[in-house]
């Protein structure tokens, strides 16, 4: 498959970067952890092993068979349908503080809910790089760095940009 043209391949690259943005949410959990911690009441083991499954959601695979299978625009659509999905019941969780759950039930809602968007997550990053290596054949690796460079810098600069204005509850709602 020929590379598309100069214009459409820079097209490609700057929707590639501003998915990469979303997706990169996943490394901004350690803004918000504490505030978890305090509302639904979790030690700090627990803490981590939602980060855990945040990570291994993250990092699990499958988003590159979606990807072949259904293409970029499938993939980017079903990501932010489950990093909306994720992020909006561990919102609902933090909101409840825990609800009629205990720290138990909470911590294991709280896996559920971390693996869910970082598997979005994993979904964003998967259709960025892909689309960004076919559109520019000649210069993967500089494609490949710029794009996972911003994916490591996104969470930086979501926090940067909403962290400070609102609590750690509302931070959760702006993801």
Request: with cysteine; glycine share 16%; proline share 4%.
């Amino acid at each position: 498959m020929p590379p598309p043209p100069p214009e459409q391949r820079w097209t490609n690259l700057s929707c590639g970067l501003l998915t990469i943005l979303a997706g990169g949410t996943v490394y901004s959990y350690g803004a918000y952890s504490n505030g978890l911690k305090e509302n639904l009441g979790l030690s700090q083991a627990q803490l981590e092993y939602a980060a855990l499954s945040a990570n291994v959601g993250n990092y699990i695979g499958v988003a590159g068979f979606f990807y072949d299978r259904f293409g970029a625009v499938a993939s980017v659509r079903f990501g932010c349908l489950l990093i909306g999905f994720g992020y909006g019941a561990q919102w609902l969780l933090m909101a409840r503080g825990g609800g009629v759950f205990g720290p138990g039930d909470a911590t294991g809602l709280l896996c559920v809910c971390c693996f869910i968007w970082g598997h979005g997550s994993g979904y964003l990053d998967c259709a960025a790089i892909g689309t960004g290596v076919a559109s520019f054949p000649r210069r993967r690796g500089a494609v490949v760095g710029l794009l996972k460079s911003l994916y490591g810098l996104a969470s930086s600069m979501v926090v940067l940009l909403c962290a400070y204005w609102t609590s750690s509850t509302g931070f959760v709602a702006a993801l």
